[in-house]
Nanobody, 121 residues
Framework: QVQLVESGGGLVQAGESHTLSCAASGRIFSKNAMGWYRQAPGKQRELVARITTTGDTLFADSVKGRFTINSDVTDNTVYLHMNSLQPEDTAVYYC???????????????WGRGTQVTVSS
């Protein structure tokens, strides 16, 4: 299975900006989309942002206007640019890739291990 490795988590102050990145390893022949989900303590995992290979994006209402997402199809990397961070953005952020056809076969979904983002007030 393709491995997704997130980086960029950490502690930030409210109002600041921060960027997460996720790199997919292995030879990927095609995929539908890559994106970011997050899970706060005691809450369910939720979609944050998603981008398809054609560039269509989808954002959670809670981050619209504050977060942007872009990907580099040449190296299968996806970035989440977070602006005006708030304490409620504190969560473990997970990278996701769906409908991936790679050297390992086909997977409906691939997940990274997650990276913690903590926003202090």
């Amino acid at each position: 299975q393709v491995q997704l490795v997130e980086s960029g988590g950490g502690l930030v102050q409210a109002g600041e900006s921060h960027t997460l990145s996720c790199a997919a390893s292995g030879r990927i022949f095609s995929k539908n989309a890559m994106g970011w989900y997050r899970q706060a303590p005691g809450k369910q995992r939720e979609l944050v942002a998603r981008i398809t290979t054609t560039g269509d994006t989808l954002f959670a209402d809670s981050v619209k206007g504050r977060f942007t997402i872009n990907s580099d199809v040449t190296d299968n990397t996806v970035y989440l640019h977070m602006n005006s961070l708030q304490p409620e953005d504190t969560a473990v952020y997970y990278c996701n890739a769906d409908r991936v056809y790679s050297e390992y076969g086909f997977d409906i979904e691939n997940w990274g291990r997650g990276t913690q983002v903590t926003v202090s007030s």
